[in-house]
């Protein structure tokens, strides 16, 4: 079973709107963290939030937000007031345990539209 | 405050060649990742390595090799190179136990 599954390819989003990226994973281990990146063309990987399984509240970095909804295992990034500059592919990521290796989703392409 | 860097930015090699991929992780971080990325598709993970030691692998052949050195630089060794190697290479640093990893801008690597 794959750990981290995103199932939008592909985005559109108004300049100024918000929009939600899903992001579901799979783990038995009780202790994990997510983790959202965000990749321009250029290739770079730039990291965005983090959440910890053990965290009460969701975790906000600016215009991001991570929706955690741990009976679901899912935990969806929002982007608030979109900017063109958002125009990236989007990674969800998760470490378990005490592991350090990162499993990676297949990513979603946003695409902020003027 | 330097990120990740890594070594080359681009690079074509032949089928069977070896090639060496360089990464200087951030300040202060002790453990380096490697990463594939095939085209299209999310980051797979190759290896890790703290205290100079090969820590954790993932669901690579041992065609891949890798290094750390005392100040905490890596390489990814690739021998006898594949069509199926072209992708772009990431490096990752952090600290041991600790997250989350900052990546550096990769190695574009093709094979011809």
């Known amino acids: 079973a794959q750990k981290i599954t995103q199932t939008q390819p592909g985005m559109f989003v108004q300049e100024k709107e918000a929009v939600t990226l899903d992001c579901t994973y799979d783990?038995?281990?009780?202790?994990?963290?997510l983790f959202w990146y965000k990749q321009p063309s250029s290739g770079e990987m730039i990291f965005l939030i983090y959440?910890?399984?053990?965290?009460?509240q969701n975790a906000t970095e600016g215009r991001y937000s991570l929706n955690f909804q741990k009976a679901r295992k899912s935990a969806n990034l929002v982007i608030s007031a979109s900017q063109l500059g958002d125009s990236a592919m989007y990674f969800c990521?998760?470490?378990?345990?005490?592991?350090?290796?990162?499993?990676f989703g297949t990513g979603t392409s946003l695409t902020v539209i003027p | 405050d330097a990120g990740v860097t890594q070594s080359p930015t681009h690079l074509i090699k032949t089928r069977g060649q070896q090639v060496t991929l360089r990464c200087s992780p951030k300040?202060?971080?002790?453990?380096v990742s490697w990463y594939q990325q095939a085209l299209g598709q999310g980051p797979q993970f190759i290896f890790q390595?703290?205290?100079?030691?090969?820590?954790q692998r993932g669901n690579f052949p041992d065609r891949f090799s890798g290094h750390q050195f005392p100040n905490y630089s890596s390489e990814l060794n690739v021998n006898a190179l594949l069509l199926g190697d072209s992708a772009l290479y990431l490096c990752?640093?952090?600290?041991?136990?600790?997250?989350?990893?900052?990546f550096g801008d990769g190695t574009r690597l093709s094979i011809l």
């Open positions: 990752a640093s952090g600290w041991w136990g600790n997250q989350p990893q900052h």
């Open positions: 783990t038995s281990d009780p202790s994990y963290g």
């Open positions: 959440q910890g399984s053990y965290d009460q």
């Open positions: 990521a998760m470490r378990e345990g005490t592991g350090n290796q990162f499993y």
């Open positions: 300040s202060g971080h002790d453990t």
């Open positions: 390595y703290y205290e100079e030691e090969e820590r």
